[in-house]
């Protein structure tokens, strides 16, 4: 019974290494191939990431171009593919990443959580970043802005949670800028601390020069927390903005002020984080992903 089986579709999380080998196994089994793309390919910070990432993209370049279906995280995805590479759009499906993340419902008070973190944090403003330490997360920029915002809040505290190549060099910047009695470097957190640390905070800052899919914005979402972003593939899909957060280029300037707005105007921040909260729940729920994704495979092996 098992020799005479194949599956029906083969599919495959990044378009290089395994996409050249995802591609030739499902021709040589006769399936259909889908391609999954999750982050942003077009990029020319990614090609900077690695030596090898500007090989990569022209070796994803031809897997993609021959692939049955592609599966891309957002609908800026889909609009490269169409007008970069000339992808029909009927061969595309947007289904973006599910976010398993516990949503803290049962305490309001944001200074409970604060003072998990450290009691000093009580009372203040907090604001946030999660992620790696390195460079398409524009650290330094991050530290900029936050030095900003302190010149008119002083009392603003800012908690960093991830590690990273960067790590230290942040934290030197922090130092020599004058800035270390108001910052809090969490290191590595675990999965399930991560809803504590997103509910200590008033607004998530990100000012990364590219992202594939903005996770920590609908994980800032669930947990009510607007979001003050640079503008990139990852985010401008999650993002409504002067709606949910606020969007910009990178400039620090325009970043200081919507993050200082926000901690200004509670009700603001409130309304915007809510807002977030709604449009996740309505759209990127795990059951609507599962949905969407299943969609996606029966279209394709439906497909003569």
Not at 124 to 140: Q, S
Not at 191 to 217: M, N, Q
Not at 285 to 303: D, Q, Y
């Amino acid at each position: 019974m098992l020799k005479e089986w194949k599956p029906d579709i083969i599919t495959v999380q990044t378009p290089y290494e395994e996409g050249i080998a995802g591609y030739f196994l499902s021709r040589w089994i006769k399936s259909k191939y889908l391609l999954q793309l999750h982050f942003d390919i077009f990029s020319e910070y990614w090609i900077k990431e690695h030596w090898l990432n500007r090989f990569r993209r022209l070796v994803s370049f031809w897997v993609i171009k021959r692939a049955d279906g592609i599966r891309v995280v957002s609908r800026a995805l889909k609009e490269n593919l169409i007008n970069q590479l000339n992808i029909s759009k009927e061969k595309i499906s947007i289904v973006p990443v599910g976010v398993s993340f516990s949503i803290m419902n049962d305490i309001k008070d944001k200074n409970y959580f604060k003072g998990l973190i450290d009691k000093s944090l009580e009372e203040k403003p907090v604001v946030l970043f999660v992620g790696r330490f390195y460079a398409p997360k524009n650290l330094e920029l991050w530290v900029d802005v936050a030095q900003k915002v302190r010149k008119t809040i002083h009392e603003t505290c800012f908690v960093m949670a991830g590690e990273g190549t960067q790590l230290e060099n942040i934290k030197e910047l922090v130092r020599k800028k004058g800035l270390s009695d108001s910052f809090f470097f969490l290191g590595k957190v675990g999965h399930s601390k991560l809803p504590e640390i997103y509910a200590s905070a008033d607004v998530f800052l990100l000012t990364s020069s590219y992202e594939g899919f903005g996770r920590v914005v609908i994980e800032s979402y669930l947990s009510g927390v607007p979001v003050v972003s640079s503008i990139n593939a990852g985010t401008i899909e999650l993002i409504k903005d002067n709606e949910t957060g606020y969007l910009h280029d990178l400039n620090s300037e325009k970043l200081a002020n919507s993050v200082i707005k926000l901690l200004i105007d509670k009700q603001c921040c409130l309304s915007m984080g809510q807002a977030g909260k709604k449009k996740i729940l309505a759209s990127y729920s795990i059951e609507v992903l599962i949905n969407k994704l299943i969609t996606s495979w029966e279209t394709l092996v439906n497909k003569p």
